[in-house]
């Protein structure tokens, strides 16, 4: 007994050591380990053919770590917690696992069944292939309207009667547009695809018969059958309904079956946890699963806690914004003036004056709200509005009053008096909110700055430098391959 014990003590410590060699660790975050495969395929998916800024792999190592130390950080935040983190990522893994468990046995079954759904639904009067002739009627017809165009369908029956040609007829006469350019020829329909008395005029023929005159609600027909037949065995449409199953996503469908079934097994498991099982099953086969399932699993992470700590806050933290570009405010010189205000057109010489009056004493960022609800408020639009941070080039009026432009302005249809309020800006942006935008995005990189030298501290790191000197990437693997 103890024997085996030991043997399969020592059977363990070899399998572990050869994958350990086969895939080691390149890195440790915070006592966790991140094995080659890991890294390799972020390197080579963040750097592959058409990506500009392509780095090296030492260069890549640094991203990676900042990557992964940010990962770290929400794990101890709990954000995996959160139900919002869990239905999203439940919902992306599920797209990756449920295609995974259709088999191609999966898929013939049922094609097979589509098949046999078919013959049944079609029954055994098989499908028939029809022309016909329509002399159309609307519904509402009067009763001499009626009469005509019975006459008139009385005479084409008799033409073909004595032999006129029944294609040529029906491309000439017929008043069904989709069918008279083809001689009258409709598609094969089975049983209840047709209105009930054209379906039953059909039926009753036998191919090379012709009916006599048919009345539906569409108007007058007369009909010649030009073909009867069972539906072709299976094989004959094989390819055909693998098409169809494709085209309608039946994929997804089995697939919810297959889940369904499972499900109905094992009561004790949960859609959640047999999905789990499914998605840790399929991954220890396919590392590119693995990988693009936890890439998206720490991806989401990542979202949600830059989010909290950094983008989100940035952009609601205004007096950080505005400290900010007190601290840097040189960052945002101009190199040449801006005027800081409005263009603005008119319907009544009057506004004019009145438009500069409204804003006269309001904040920037109140005037839009000011002048729609003065000036605009009704379904007549009193006045036309270009408002911002213009340099010469932007606006024709803004260049031609303010920067003194020799310049062409034209005017606005209905808006036949212009002019401009504001002012000058001459070295700069006077307030962040000018030049907002850019303060935000700025704002932003020295959050993250601040964040990731803090989480380094915080965390300790370990890099692996000889594994990292065997990462395999796509550009060594195609110089090896030129050679």
Known sequence: MRLKVFSAALFMGVAAMAQTTA?????????????????????????????????????????????????????EARYDTLQSF???????????????????????????????????RIGPDGLIQTSHILLRVNQQAT???????????????????????????????????????????????QRGQLVKEFEDAAYALQPGEMSGIVQTPFGYHIIKMKERKMLEPFEFHHDGILRFIEQRNLRDRIAQQKVDELLKANTMLSKSQLMEQKADEYAAKDSDLKNLIREYHDGLLLY???????????????????QYFK??????????????GMAFHTKMQEDVQAVKDCVKNLAFDKWAEQLRST???????????????????????????????????????????????????KKGPE?????????????????????????????????NKEVLLTVKNSENSAESEKK
């Open 23 to 75: 895939d080691p660790v390149i890195m440790t975050v915070n006592g966790t380990p991140v094995l080659r495969s890991e890294f390799e395929y972020s390197y080579n998916k963040n750097n592959s053919e058409g990506v500009i800024d392509k780095k090296s792999v030492e260069e890549y190592v640094d991203l990676f770590v900042n990557y992964k130390l940010k990962v770290v950080a929400a794990l």
């Open 375 to 425: 000036f605009n408020a009704d379904s007549v639009l009193r006045i036309r509005v270009e408002k911002g941070i213009f340099k010469k080039g932007d606006n024709a009026l803004v260049d031609s009053i303010i920067f003194k432009k020799d310049t062409t302005v034209t005017k606005l249809k209905d808006y036949p008096f212009d002019d401009v309020y504001g002012k000058v800006l």
């Open 327 to 340: 601290k840097n405010k040189k960052k945002y010189a101009w190199d040449e003036p801006r005027f800081k």
């Open 143 to 189: 009763p001499e309207e009626l009469s005509a165009a019975k006459l008139r369908a009385d005479s084409v029956y008799k033409a073909l009667k004595d032999g006129a040609d029944f294609a040529e007829l029906a491309k000439k006469v017929s008043q069904d547009p989709g069918s008279a350019q083809q001689g009258g020829l409709l598609p094969f329909v």
């Open 86 to 120: 869990k239905d999203e990522f439940a919902q992306y893994r599920d797209q990756q696992v449920l295609p995974l468990m259709v088999t191609d046995a999966d898929v013939e079954a049922e094609a097979h069944k589509i098949y046999d759904e078919t013959v049944k």
């Open 431 to 463: 307030d962040y909110t000018d030049v907002r935008g850019l303060v935000v995005a700025d704002y932003q990189e020295e959050l993250e700055r601040q964040w990731v030298a803090e989480l380094r501290k915080k965390y300790p790191v370990y890099v």
């Open 304 to 322: 949600e806690i830059s989010n909290k700590l950094v983008w989100d806050k940035a952009a609601k933290d205004e007096a950080g914004l505005a």
